[in-house]
């Protein structure tokens, strides 16, 4: 029985089942490639559909809109690409409906805010765990202060990395609901418990792959700065070649897991 707490995000339920299932979203369609790439990065996905990379399989569709989903091929194999919207409930909640029609592993890849300065634009975080500083991982998982990643898909994204020679840091990251709520005295805080970005899903992605026995990892570049007094936006610097190559290292780590 769940027990009545003053803070309602905190009444956790630890039934499976719930009254809405991801299995009831158009049933019998199954059949999706089992890896896939969960990408922030718009222009990246335009570039690749332009170039006649990208094939739709599949449309995960909400009451504002449809999200459309694509497979591509990368080293002779299948992997489905998912563009969400900014934020949890779509990444992660399209993930479920995704995640039962077949693909089980995932690699995010995007960019995120910076907490440190000693770590410049384009930097590569590697995120082992993420701050539950948002609400929809406390539906799937016990309170807690912070939920890990995936230890497969680390390994597989380090491993990947290691072998292209990138640099990276393997970090926590913040994840947040409230881009205007990022507080000096909150900035401070997670970074002094190890946060070097903040973002705004990998806690609710982690917490799906943790909750139905998924794998789920994550590859951010830092693109504007919140350390500082003021906001560093960085992001009339954002080279697209950046955001390209985090895109295929995503894609081979993916296939590596």
């Known amino acids: 029985m769940i027990k009545k707490n003053k803070v309602p995000l905190l009444e956790f339920d630890n039934e499976r089942l719930a009254v809405i299932n991801p299995h009831h979203i158009r049933p019998g369609q199954a059949g999706l490639p089992e890896r896939g790439i969960m990408c922030f990065q718009g222009e990246t996905v335009r570039k690749l559909k332009r170039a006649g990379r990208l094939k739709e399989i599949y449309r995960a569709r909400t009451v504002c809109q449809d999200y459309p989903i694509y497979q591509f091929t990368h080293k002779g194999q299948k992997l489905l690409l998912f563009r969400p919207s900014v934020g949890a409930p779509i990444a992660a909640g399209i993930m479920e409906e995704l995640g039962v029609k077949g693909c089980t592993k995932w690699v995010i890849c995007g960019s995120a805010g910076g907490l440190d300065k000693a770590h410049s634009f384009g930097h590569l975080i590697v995120p082992r765990s993420a701050v539950r500083d948002e609400g929809f991982s406390y539906h799937y998982l016990p309170p807690s202060r912070e939920v890990g990643a995936s230890p497969r898909a680390v390994a597989a994204i380090k ?59 994550a590859i951010l570049y830092l693109h504007d700065d919140v350390s500082g007094k003021d906001w560093d936006h960085r992001h009339s610097h954002d080279p697209a070649y950046i955001r390209e190559k985090i895109f295929w290292l995503a894609a081979e780590a993916c296939l590596a897991i």
């Open 159 to 217: 491993k990947t990395l290691d072998k292209h020679g990138v640099p990276y840091l393997v970090s926590k990251t913040w994840t947040t609901d409230a881009f205007f709520r990022e507080t000096p005295e909150k900035v401070a805080l997670r970074k002094k418990e190890g946060c070097l970005a903040v973002e705004m899903e990998a806690a609710a992605v982690f917490a799906v792959a943790k909750f139905r026995g998924y794998q789920a990892g």
